[in-house]
């Protein structure tokens, strides 16, 4: 394993490598993780600074880390502080950047990335309170990848016991925008969620136990997987831990885990920590099992 400084596309960044996987984050805006994918391979993240947003906020792509605020899900102070710099520390084994102060609320949001093995990393995404008030909310971790022909997402449905059940919430309208409930981007098989973009805007949010979710990609030949554990008796946002959003003209979809909330003491943090993992070779998804096979 080897980190190092650079150059991304014009951006201040720190880059990691192991002999199977490269990953590259930037520090000027977020923090946010702009490329990953296998060393020698192409970026599995939409990277695209300054081409959408909303008012001054600018979604430039890759993975970042946002908030829940139970009732006010994607309210303004989920994302407010995703333009300012970030903080670099580096250690033998990754590195943490840490994201500039919401004057608001007295948070920084941050991620830490540490190498599991040549083909896994850990991504540890944290918020620190450093106000002397108390601090109640969830972390929202959102994963822009760059789907391409035949790119296909899956999610292991219940958690495998003998009182086994899950729920989905779908979404109509929100934000201004109208969806199909009855939409063909959206499968369900006996023990997976299957998503296969066809550029149409919707979303779903899901209950997923397993905490897994996958992203195979025969055009670049790879599948990346992640995972998050999940708490029985967390409060999560609607019920759910993870969440996809398919953009238009698939310019995107978004791989998001939710944590629960929770009160944060000032000089205290809340993580959520996920395990991201890369094999070589796209999987046909036929079963829950091929996905927690990864991990």
Not at 25 to 44: D, K, M, Q, S, T
Not at 251 to 266: L, R, S
Not at 278 to 287: E, I, K, Q, T, Y
């Amino acid at each position: 394993m080897a980190h190092k400084s650079i150059d991304f596309l014009g951006h201040k960044a720190v880059e990691l490598t192991t002999p199977a996987l490269r990953l590259a984050a930037v520090y000027e805006h977020g923090p946010r993780i702009a490329f990953f994918g296998a060393r020698e391979g192409e970026n599995l993240l939409h990277w695209e600074p300054h081409q959408r947003g909303r008012k001054d906020w600018d979604l430039m792509g890759g993975h970042r880390v946002w908030i829940t605020r139970p009732g006010a899900d994607e309210s303004e102070e989920s994302y407010r502080p995703d333009n300012g710099p970030a903080a670099v520390e580096t250690a033998g084994d990754g590195f943490t950047l840490t994201g500039a102060l919401d004057p608001l609320n007295v948070t920084r949001r941050g991620f830490r990335v540490r190498v599991l093995g040549e083909r896994t990393v850990e991504v540890d995404n944290f918020l620190i309170n450093e106000g002397d008030m108390l601090y109640s909310g969830g972390l929202w971790a959102l994963t822009c990848t760059a789907p391409r022909a035949g790119t296909r997402y899956a999610a292991p449905l219940g958690d495998g016991s003998r009182w086994d059940n899950f729920h989905m919430v779908y979404f109509k309208r929100w934000a201004g925008t109208e969806a199909l409930v009855d939409d063909p981007q959206f499968r369900l098989t006996e023990d997976l969620l299957l998503i296969e973009p066809r550029g149409r805007v919707n979303k779903r949010m899901l209950l997923a136990p397993f905490g897994a979710m996958a992203m195979s990609d025969p055009a670049r030949g790879v599948t990346f997987a992640k995972r998050v554990a999940y708490e029985p008796r967390g409060a999560y946002p609607l019920g759910t831990n993870q969440a996809y959003y398919i953009g238009p003209d698939n310019f995107m979809v978004e791989m998001e885990t939710m944590g629960p909330a929770a009160t944060v003491k000032p000089g205290e943090a809340l993580h959520h920590v996920e395990t991201w993992t890369l094999r070589a070779g796209a999987l046909a998804f036929a079963d829950a099992a091929e996905v927690l096979d990864l991990f």
